[in-house]
C-alpha cells in the first residue's frame, strides 16, 4: 500500500512540481494552500509524512508543526520543512519544533526523494 503525504505551501505551481516527483515515486499526495488548511485536512486520515513551507499566510510552517504535534494521532509523523530559508535560526526553530528534516528550495526532485526516503523507511 503506498504511504500518504501531505505537502503544504502556498503557490499551486510549486505544490504541483512536488506532487508530479513523489507521484512519480509511487506516493500518494495530498495538497494544503497554508497551515490552517492542513491542520484543517488532517481530521482523521493517515498521513505518513508532512513536506511543508515555512512561508505562507495564515499560519506559518513553523506554527503548523507546533500545532501538529500537539495532536495525538500526529504526534509523531515526521515533518520535513521545504523552504527557501537557509537561515541557521530559522532551521533551530523548526527542529525545536519538532521539523525532522529542512530542505532548501530551489531543489532537485531526486534529493527531495532521497529526504522523504530517509524519512519513510519501506
Known amino acids: 500500500m503506498a504511504k500518504t503525504i501531505m505537502i503544504v505551501d502556498d503557490p499551486p505551481s510549486l505544490r504541483q512540481v512536488v506532487s508530479i516527483a513523489l507521484k512519480g515515486a509511487g506516493y500518494n499526495v495530498i495538497e494544503a494552500r497554508d497551515g490552517q488548511d492542513a ?36 504526534k509523531f509523523t515526521p515533518i520535513m520543512m521545504l523552504t527557501t530559508e537557509s537561515d541557521t535560526n530559522k532551521k533551530m526553530q523548526g527542529k525545536t519544533a519538532g521539523a525532522k528534516a529542512w530542505l532548501v528550495k530551489p531543489f532537485q526532485p531526486p534529493t527531495l526523494l532521497d529526504a522523504v526516503a530517509k524519512l519513510l523507511p519501506p
Do not use: E, F, T, W
Open 39 to 74: 491542520i484543517g485536512q488532517l481530521k482523521g486520515q493517515k498521513v505518513h509524512l508532512i513536506v511543508s513551507d515555512v512561508n505562507m499566510p495564515n499560519m506559518d510552517g513553523i506554527s503548523m508543526v507546533k500545532a501538529i504535534k500537539q495532536l495525538p494521532s500526529y
